[in-house]
């Protein structure tokens, strides 16, 4: 089946730097990527997605980069600011054998952006 | 914001009790999961359905039951709550076809003791 690593677990910034956080997947049949961003005390938002028709996806600070050859794909957060600071996830999604779909996720990452 | 709520945010009991984490969302969305966080952060599936009277244990085994009488309403359930069974308990619900993005509730972190 499929299975997502992610790393760094944890990553510590300083405010204005970028941060990254890389993914990697085993099924070749996946074919969504999603992120998602857990706050304290909060379930985890979806923050950026991408295809698997697409390379690359931005929107503000945050871009999202996928190599289907390497299967693995990468948040970028440039400019960094303290209210980043929070729990990354990384999914892969696949179609199953019923029409559904299944997505597995990462181990998380926690993010530090240091005043 | 998404429309799916779970109730309570946070639960301590005793052990040998009896408890229901209740999840509703709006959206009509026919996918609904139950995960299990641990303080590691890992996101565990232990149920999802995909849609009214259907149920599916995830890939954690859990001693914990689910139902889905009404789409909107994935209730969650531990007959005999025990110590093992303290964690965050968090809700979401997709659309089944095409069926991606999830959306999460704010969580229950339940404490048994």
């Known amino acids: 089946g499929e299975n997502v690593e992610q790393h760094p677990s944890t990553l510590s910034v300083q405010e204005g730097d970028s941060a990254v956080i890389k993914c990697t997947y085993s099924?070749?049949?996946?074919?969504?990527f999603p992120w998602y961003k857990q706050e304290l005390g909060k379930g985890p938002q979806l923050i950026i997605d991408?295809?698997?028709?697409?390379g690359e996806k931005k929107d503000q600070r945050i871009a999202v980069t996928l190599n289907k050859t390497a299967k693995h794909f990468s948040l970028h957060i440039t400019e960094t600011q303290p209210e980043d600071s929070a729990v990354y996830f990384c999914?892969?999604?696949?179609?199953?054998?019923?029409?559904?779909?299944?997505?597995?996720f990462g181990a998380g990452t926690r993010l530090f952006v240091k005043a | 914001e998404a429309d799916i709520y779970q109730t309570p945010r946070y639960l301590v009991i005793g052990t040998g009790k009896k408890i229901t984490l209740e999840c509703s969302q709006t959206?009509?969305?026919?996918?609904m999961y139950w995960y299990q966080q641990d303080p590691g952060m890992e996101l565990h599936l232990i149920h999802y359905?995909?849609?009214?009277?259907?149920?599916e244990k995830g890939d954690l085994s859990s001693e914990s039951t689910v139902s889905r009488i009404r789409t909107e309403h994935f209730p969650l359930t531990l007959e005999s709550a025990r110590p093992s069974h303290t964690s965050q308990y968090l809700c979401?619900?997709?659309?089944?076809?095409?069926?991606?993005?999830?959306?999460f509730g704010q969580g229950t972190r339940l404490t048994v003791v």
């Open positions: 359905s995909y849609g009214v009277n259907s149920t």
């Open positions: 999914a892969a999604s696949i179609v199953e054998g019923t029409g559904g779909f299944k997505t597995i």
């Open positions: 979401a619900s997709s659309e089944y076809n095409p069926g991606d993005k999830a959306f």
């Open positions: 991408i295809r698997s028709n697409v």
């Open positions: 099924d070749s049949a996946s074919n969504y």
């Open positions: 959206m009509g969305h026919d996918k």
